[in-house]
């Protein structure tokens, strides 16, 4: 088991940027792909980006391909996801999953963060 905890949302004008982070306990987190999620009011959680265990693949998001960026420090045992040209639609609880697969299936990740919410303004 991994506990992963978010931090780093907030309010952010349209254009702008913001890098959230996502520490994880144990002593295990590089053998986890680690992913990002987000889920906007009313809608399901949706597969933002992920990241395999050595941080030398990345996948994303059509909708946010471009503009955001996953990376990992596996010696810091944290995940980020740099989000820049932010738009209004962007907005949603961002939640980071870690998964011991390579898949953007939901079903691969197990384990979840409770969420940090980042609100994009027009």
């Known amino acids: 088991q991994v506990q992963l905890v978010e931090s780093g949302g907030g309010l952010v004008q349209a254009g702008g940027s913001l890098r959230l982070s996502c520490a994880a306990s144990?002593?295990?987190?590089?053998?986890?792909?680690m992913g990002w999620f987000r889920q906007a009011p009313g809608k399901e959680r949706e597969f933002v980006a992920h990241i395999n265990r050595s941080g030398g693949w990345t996948y994303y998001a059509d909708s946010v391909k471009g503009r955001f960026t996953i990376s990992r420090d596996n010696a810091k045992n944290t995940v980020y996801l740099q989000m820049n040209s932010l738009k209004p639609e962007d907005t949603a609880v961002y939640y980071c999953?870690?998964?011991?697969?390579?898949?953007?299936?939901?079903?691969?990740?197990?384990?979840w963060g409770q969420g940090t919410q980042v609100t994009v303004s027009s």
């Open positions: 999953a870690a998964a011991t697969a390579y898949t953007r299936s939901t079903s691969s990740y197990g384990y």
């Open positions: 144990g002593r295990t987190f590089s053998s986890y792909v």
